[in-house]
């Protein structure tokens, strides 16, 4: 009786799903903690833990994630490196945490399988399409690293470029504030939310969402942008059952 009870609360869980496949790009400081450094295990067992109820509800998750946490290209051109090498640097920063979110997310009993943009054989598999989708279509969690796999393209314009490959209905982007703002309300105290603005309002008023090339390619694709508190347990849950959590960015 109890298994049966358990698979008529997800089928209905499901029905109320608002989106079936969305596309969720977390930071990887986010993966550091609160120092938003290094490799934090007890971060890394929180966001398993949440992304495994979505996905147990039915929902199709793929993966994106930066790799800001152990290196960033662009920071590195400052201290002398190359851009070029410091972006590779970067694109490799991202594989070793997805690793790591793989890794917690099956010991969350989850299937996740991770994809590089390069060639990376026996470390993870090359990033096909097809490939990427038959996982979420089995129920497993697609962990897409290494960027667009070439250099002077940010992880967000990675993660939209995905988001458009695997047909998803959402970018959802992971962050620790609840959505869009005038200014950074870190730091202005009187800063206003966005419930939601266009794509054309965030890249005139120069809103630190997105890069400017990330927000082309999802307002040219219609691929809505949702920014969401990912540090707050329920919100991944909540947003894709279609209530209101963070700010939506559209066409």
């Not at 929180?46 to 960033?72: C, P, S």
């Not at 309300?185 to 054309?200: I, M, N, R």
């Amino acid at each position: 009786m109890f298994i049966c009870f358990f698979r008529e609360s997800h089928v209905g869980m499901e029905n109320s799903m608002k989106y079936k496949r969305v596309l969720l790009k977390l930071s990887g400081e986010s993966l550091g903690g609160p120092e938003g450094k290094g490799i934090s295990e007890e971060w890394l067992a929180r966001y398993a833990g949440e992304i495994a109820e979505a996905v147990h509800g039915g929902l199709q998750v793929a993966i994106v994630i930066g790799g800001g946490n152990i290196f960033r290209g662009l920071a590195g051109t400052g201290k002398g490196f190359d851009r070029v090498d410091g972006d590779k640097m970067g694109m490799l920063a991202t594989v070793i945490n997805s690793l790591g979110l793989a890794m917690a997310l099956r010991s969350a009993g989850l299937e996740a399988e991770v994809f590089t943009a390069t060639p990376m054989m026996p470390v993870a598999r090359y990033y096909m399409r097809d490939d990427a989708v038959a996982v979420l279509e089995k129920g497993g969690v697609a962990l897409i690293a290494g960027g667009t796999g070439n250099p002077f393209f940010t992880t967000d314009s990675g993660a939209a470029l995905r988001a458009l490959e695997i047909k998803a209905d959402a970018l959802l982007k992971g962050t620790r504030v609840d959505g869009v703002y005038t200014a950074d309300p870190e730091k202005v105290p009187d800063a206003v939310k966005y419930d939601d603005l266009t794509f054309d309002k965030a890249m005139e008023d120069h809103l630190k969402v997105m890069d400017q090339t990330a927000f082309a390619l999802c307002r040219e694709g219609n691929m809505p942008v949702i920014v969401f508190d990912m540090n707050r347990t329920g919100n991944l849950t909540a947003l894709v059952r279609g209530e209101k959590v963070g700010t939506v960015v559209h066409v």
